[in-house]
């Protein structure tokens, strides 16, 4: 069982994942975010590896990342940021970001090295199903990665059962075309949400993007596993207070 | 897909040789699949060609000259042709390309046309056949370029464009291009993206080749014409995204006894921190849905790049290119923002020809061949001056 089988098979309703960037407010708040995040009932954290071109965020997380740019973050930092942590943080932790990096990183080096600091998922919203298939699929297998695919309201039957068929962790169901943080209205995607419910996939399914407070969490989880947060949390602690208070009074307005 | 089509084509998935691919976030997807999957069918349409052929003659005033520059010819020792885009409709080759878009688009259905431009230039032709098909147009250029191409803004506007600034990273062409991109995210039923050169994702790479391969197929026709021959033994032509170049190369690449030239924006100097000599500074990456040669950091950050011509101010190059470059079919050499402008004025004074900075790059190389006497040389002359005077003037005075 991997690490996200093993929450789903605990925890199948409700689950809250939050998105935060790494070295964002401050390049080594990522250890201190991780640990809040987790104390204050987050099942699972996406770690967002800042990109200077994310073709797919919207300005809150592109501000984020930049910043995180400038604070000094890379990829191998990160890496060292966040080795001894495996025993630390029990709740599945997902690496997000783009392409790009990773492939100058070196893609065989990143999944070595996230697996060792304890990685169990990765998110390249760029990396396409028949590159994936090519070339990463076994990269990714050897080194107990799953990679999360998305899924959109444009999104094919088909091809919705196709990423099912290879996917492993869980489906990231966008709630709709767009990027992150544009507000979204949870009700209008109903039907897409029901198609999605009624097509049984073995795969759990949260749904991201737009999702911000109690009200649209609450909603997506009618349809879902669970919900991603991202911007709302990213704007929550950007203001520079304690992340550890800020991110408890965040969480309690979800929960 | 010809056997021969070695470089001119690529394979299904899009990919020229390593290079290419549709790396799009799945929110595209269904977009670009949808292109893919009829592009082929709507271009190659009797009805399509008719209409698009039409425009190019009538319209963009096609096909352009193919100038014997004698006084040009005389100082380098040889026998230069310029092929005169310079002499299109909106002042340079980028109408080619929206022309036969809008004519997809229209297709397609689409009633929202987005654009990333630079320069302007792309914008402006962009803008223009908008006008031209009553489709609402929305053109994202970078809030630094807005400022220093006011003349191409104040056009587009005219035109009835809507220009928005890209506030986000450096704010020049890279950013206008991921704000389209993310523009298109957003709007995915109604809006077609009509890019501006031959980069972004398969198929529009392939597509904007085939637009403005009209290039090299008058060139073939005018040379049997005028020297009786169809193949010239150079072809020249700067590269940003590399949508001139492709166009002039399109139907010489697998003629390997011509020498293709492509001709990158050197900057202050290669190794000057200050340039966009992609092929030279840069390492494989993906930037824009594409797998290319990338200007980034060791750190895979894109960077940004530096050119007095904004339209070669870009830090990626189309995945033709790429392979071009990576199977050494054509030769990449470079001109730094002196050069260009040197040239330019020689071009200027030699035959009375003011030509665009981009276009002056692929001028600023002649006298780094060495050419026989005998040697058929021609420079795709891709864009007018006009929106350059600023430049220029700044140098008469100086
Ligand atoms: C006159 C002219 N030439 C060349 C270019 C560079 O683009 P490409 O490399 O796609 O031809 C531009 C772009 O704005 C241009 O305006």
């Given at each position: 069982?991997?690490s ?6 605990e ?31 987050t099942?699972?954290?996406?770690i ?12 809150v ?6 910043k ?7 990829i191998?930092?990160?890496f060292?940021?966040?080795k001894g ?5 029990n ?11 990773v492939?100058?990183?070196?893609f065989e080096?990143?999944?070595a ?6 990685i ?6 760029d ?10 699929k076994?990269i990714?297998?050897q ?9 959109t309201?444009?999104t ?28 979204q209205?949870?009700?209008a995607?109903?039907?897409?949400f ?11 399914v ?42 408890q009074?965040?969480?309690?307005s979800?929960? | ?17 390593r ?17 893919k999957?009829?592009?082929l069918?709507?271009?190659n ?23 014997y ?7 380098y ?5 310029l ?12 109408v ?5 878009q ?20 792309h ?7 908008c ?5 609402e147009c929305?053109?994202?250029?970078g809030?630094?370029?807005i ?16 220009v928005?600034?890209?506030v986000?990273?450096?704010k020049?062409l ?21 890019i501006?050169?031959?980069?972004g ?10 637009f ?10 005018q ?6 021959t169809?193949l ?12 001139n170049?492709?166009?002039a ?7 390997e ?17 200050m340039?966009?000599a ?6 494989v ?5 594409s ?7 060791e ?7 530096h ?12 995945p033709?290119?790429a ?16 050069e ?10 030699l ?8 276009s ?11 050419f026989?006497?005998?040697d058929?040389v021609?420079?795709n002359l ?9 430049t220029?003037i ?5």
């Amino acid at each position: 069982m991997n690490s996200f089988q093993k929450l789903f098979s605990e925890k199948n309703k409700n689950i809250l994942s939050i998105y935060f960037t790494a070295g964002f407010p401050e390049l080594n708040d990522t250890n201190v975010i991780l640990r809040t995040l987790e104390k204050h009932g987050t099942d699972m954290i996406e770690i967002g590896m800042p990109y200077s071109d994310p073709l797919a965020d919207g300005p809150v997380i592109q501000n984020s990342g930049m910043k995180a740019l400038q604070n000094g973050m890379t990829i191998k930092l990160l890496f060292d940021q966040l080795k001894g942590n495996k025993e630390k943080i029990n709740v599945p932790l997902i690496l997000m970001g783009y392409l790009n990096p990773v492939l100058q990183y070196g893609f065989e080096k990143f999944c070595a090295d996230a697996k060792a600091v304890g990685i169990s998922g990765i998110i390249l919203p760029d990396l396409p199903i028949t590159e994936f298939e090519n070339e990463y699929k076994n990269i990714l297998a050897q080194n107990g990665l799953n990679f999360i695919f998305l899924i959109t309201p444009e999104t094919s039957d088909e091809r919705i059962k196709k990423i099912d068929e290879i996917s492993e962790g869980f489906i990231y169901a966008v709630s709709s075309s767009s990027v992150t943080g544009r507000d979204q209205d949870m009700s209008a995607q109903k039907s897409y949400f029901e198609r999605i419910k009624n097509m049984r996939l073995k795969n759990n399914v949260l749904i991201g993007f737009g999702i911000k407070d109690r009200e649209t969490f609450t909603e997506a989880c009618k349809y879902a596993s669970g919900a991603i947060i991202g911007t709302a949390y990213i704007k929550a602690i950007e203001k520079g207070g304690d992340i550890d208070i800020e991110t408890q009074t965040f969480l309690n307005s979800i929960l | 897909m010809s056997s021969q089509a070695k470089y001119s084509q690529p394979d299904e998935n899009g990919y020229y040789g390593r290079f290419g691919g549709a790396y799009v976030p799945e929110m595209l997807y269904s977009n670009v699949e949808n292109l893919k999957e009829n592009y082929l069918k709507i271009i190659n349409d009797e009805s399509f060609q008719k209409e698009f052929n039409t425009l190019l003659k009538d319209y963009a005033g096609r096909p352009t000259p193919l100038y014997y520059a004698g006084r040009l010819s005389e100082k380098y020792g040889t026998e230069i042709f310029l092929k005169r885009e310079d002499l299109c409709h909106t002042g340079a080759h980028k109408v080619n390309n929206t022309i036969g878009q809008i004519l997809l688009a229209e297709r397609l259905g689409k009633k929202r046309i987005i654009a990333e431009t630079g320069a302007g230039q792309h914008g402006v032709a962009t803008a223009t056949v908008c006008a031209l098909k009553n489709l609402e147009c929305i053109v994202y250029m970078g809030e630094k370029d807005i400022a220093r191409q006011a003349p191409n803004v104040a056009r587009m506007k005219m035109l009835g464009a809507k220009v928005v600034p890209a506030v986000s990273g450096s704010k020049t062409l890279k950013d206008a291009t991921n704000e389209a991109i993310r523009d298109w995210i957003n709007n995915p039923n109604d809006t077609y993206y009509l890019i501006g050169s031959v980069v972004g994702p398969h198929p529009y790479p392939d597509m904007v080749a085939r637009f403005q391969s009209v290039i090299s197929d008058e060139i073939r026709k005018q040379l049997k014409e005028k020297k009786g021959t169809e193949l010239p033994g150079y072809v020249i032509a700067c590269v940003g995204g590399g949508s001139n170049a492709a166009g002039a190369f399109y139907h010489f690449m697998e003629d390997e006894s011509v020498q293709l030239i492509a001709v990158e924006a050197a900057g202050l100097g290669v190794e000057s921190g200050m340039s966009a000599a992609t092929t030279q500074l840069g390492t494989v990456g993906v930037l824009h849905g594409s797998k290319s040669y990338v200007m980034q950091t060791e750190d895979g950050q894109v960077v940004e790049p530096h050119s007095i011509s904004a339209g070669l101010d870009y830090p990626g190059i189309g995945p033709m290119h790429a392979n071009l470059f990576a199977t050494k079919r054509a030769k990449f050499m470079n001109a730094t923002d002196d050069e260009a402008v040197a040239a330019a004025f020689e071009l200027t004074k030699l035959e009375g020809i003011i030509p665009a900075l981009e276009s002056a790059h692929a001028l600023a190389v002649l006298g780094k061949i060495k050419f026989k006497k005998d040697d058929i040389v021609v420079v795709n002359l891709s864009g007018r001056g006009d929106k350059d005077m600023d430049t220029y003037i700044k140098k008469l005075q100086s």
